[in-house]
């Protein structure tokens, strides 16, 4: 009993961090993007690839969470965006105040979208909150197409789902249709995009989505 | 102080059981290997192929874990071994005491090795001992060649490292020579293996370790 009340005391407190990361956010006219996926789907480069094509458009934040290194926040500000490095020193998840001890760090105004890019994770990541407006999950073909129907709770609550990497479908054996139909039935209201960040294929149509979901907050 | 007094003791719960798990596998010769990756990184895929390169040769057993689903039990049970699926039910890491409950539902006898696949998580997975003699951890050169410095707990206690899906080397950007000076640099003593399960390409030299540490239990 001890232990659940506990566990309950730190996901509330988290929650309500997150609710107030949420409306300072909102009162800054930036949008959040909370990226989730396993480790080397391809989260940092498809930030890489979205400043670079949208430099001038849009000013991009960007958070990355590791937990060690600060390999990811070197690799984005190169890419043009004011960045941060989390470490969570071996902890599997982002949550709220690690978040908003971030955005005590940065200079946000004249931001539009933040990207907090969660640590390489397709568990734990998902049942945390942490202040975001829209939560995407990156799949790479790589990583098999029974991924959505195995990991379905990081996919339940996705705004957008980006299946990454598909410059390599042909090498792979990935069914997009049987991503598509789990997809549908666990969460058909997501977007879903297809591309590769390495080739460029498939970026027009991300970038029109991240320019939407920034000129409406 | 609550909070770690709760963590302390099931943490040593569960290392209790995972001595116990040890010593009756240890009676009955049988060797453990504990197997760690991320999603879709190849667990199954090379599970399957060391069983049928193997038949006739080593009897396996398998333990299979995922968040919901059996895919993975029905998989390696068609493939010619003796199957058993844990499901986590969302949680992020095997622990000893499901180890033990699904030890008690399998026949045993007969069995010189024993895969326990973990649920797909680089993170969660590498701070519970699940009973098991050796720890491998799986990359795919899909996922990057920066994640042995990022995911370098994983990489501290593995007896081996199997570097997989290298049919796909040529199309990635992933340079074996960094992978190798991480390791050695984290874990020396690690057995590294370069393999394709989809091609054959390097299984043979990992089906040779697979044959001596169960011979040599």
Chains 1, 2 share one sequence.
């Not at 139909?181 to 080739?199: C, E, G, H, Q, Y």
Request: glycine share 8%; charged share 25%.
């Amino acid at each position: 009993m001890v232990k659940v009340k506990i566990m309950k005391a730190i996901s509330e407190r988290n929650d309500e961090v997150a609710r107030e990361i949420r409306e300072n956010l909102k009162n800054l006219k930036i949008t959040s993007i909370n990226l989730i996926s396993s480790p080397g789907s391809g989260k940092t480069t498809l930030i890489e690839r979205t400043i670079s094509l949208m430099k001038g458009k849009i000013n991009f934040g960007v958070i990355t969470g590791d937990l060690f290194t600060p390999l990811d926040a070197e690799r984005v500000e190169k890419a043009g965006a004011i960045a941060f490095q989390l470490n969570t020193e071996g902890s599997c998840h982002l949550t709220a105040p690690m978040v908003k001890s971030a955005l005590n760090e940065i200079q946000l105004s004249g931001i539009n979208l933040l990207f907090i890019e969660n640590v390489g994770n397709l568990v734990c990541p998902s049942v945390w909150d942490i202040g975001e407006n829209y939560r995407v999950v990156i799949l790479s073909v790589t990583e098999g197409s029974d991924k959505v129907e195995k990991y379905k709770t990081a996919f339940y609550g996705a705004g957008a789902v980006v299946i990454s990497k598909i410059d390599l479908l042909e090498h792979c054996d990935f069914s997009l249709e049987k991503v598509k139909a789990d997809l549908s039935a666990i969460n058909p209201r997501a977007s879903v995009f297809f591309l590769s960040a390495k080739t460029g294929q498939g970026m027009d149509s991300w970038c029109g989505y991240i320019e939407r979901i920034a000129c409406a907050s």
